[in-house]
């Protein structure tokens, strides 16, 4: 059991002759109760402040935590927000190189038709060619020959033309 001021201010000691002086010991104890006192109500001051420190300390501690998590958090968002980045720039690369190729083969297609189209051209070209130095040898050929000039095989050929 603790003591208390009031157990100090309130002892009483046996009287016998040759004692100690009582007003002596009376004013001691009365300021070993005031001392007495003042060092509870300190100590019960200095453990509210512990209390509240202690309150504001686990209060630091809980903005702490959430600090922490806050952190973790934006790290773990920034490191998706990263791999988000990286995997649309893959598909942007992939498809940009799908276009690519897609274009390429367009351009191979077209250069392909465009050169059959040639050839083609060039056939016609020779054909033609062909079949206009033959007709002009033939009408060459026609006009050496030498019927043509004399009127009386073409008063021939034509009235033989209008008998049939």
């Known amino acids: 059991m603790s003591l208390t001021p009031m157990d100090i201010h309130n002892v009483d ?7 100690y002086n009582t007003e002596e010991v009376d004013e001691f104890l009365e300021r070993v109760a005031k001392d007495y006192e003042n060092l509870v109500r300190e ?16 209060s630091y501690e809980k903005l702490e ?5 806050a952190m973790v958090v934006a790290q773990e968002s920034a490191e998706e927000v990263k791999n988000n980045a990286n995997r649309e720039a893959e598909f942007v690369r992939k498809e940009a190189e799908k276009d690519a190729q897609r274009i390429i083969e367009d351009a191979r297609y077209r ?12 056939k016609q070209v020779q054909i033609f060619k062909m079949r206009f130095r033959s007709f002009m040898e033939s009408q060459l050929s026609a006009l050496e020959m030498e019927d043509w000039m004399d009127p009386a095989s073409s008063e021939e050929e034509s009235q033989e033309t209008y008998s049939e």
């Open 111 to 122: 250069a392909s038709r465009i050169l059959s189209e040639h050839e083609e051209i060039y």
């Open 43 to 58: 100590n019960m001051e200095l453990k509210e402040q512990i209390e509240q420190l202690k309150e504001k300390n686990q």
């Open 65 to 69: 935590e959430t600090m922490h998590n």
């Open 13 to 19: 000691f046996a009287r016998s002759f040759r004692g």
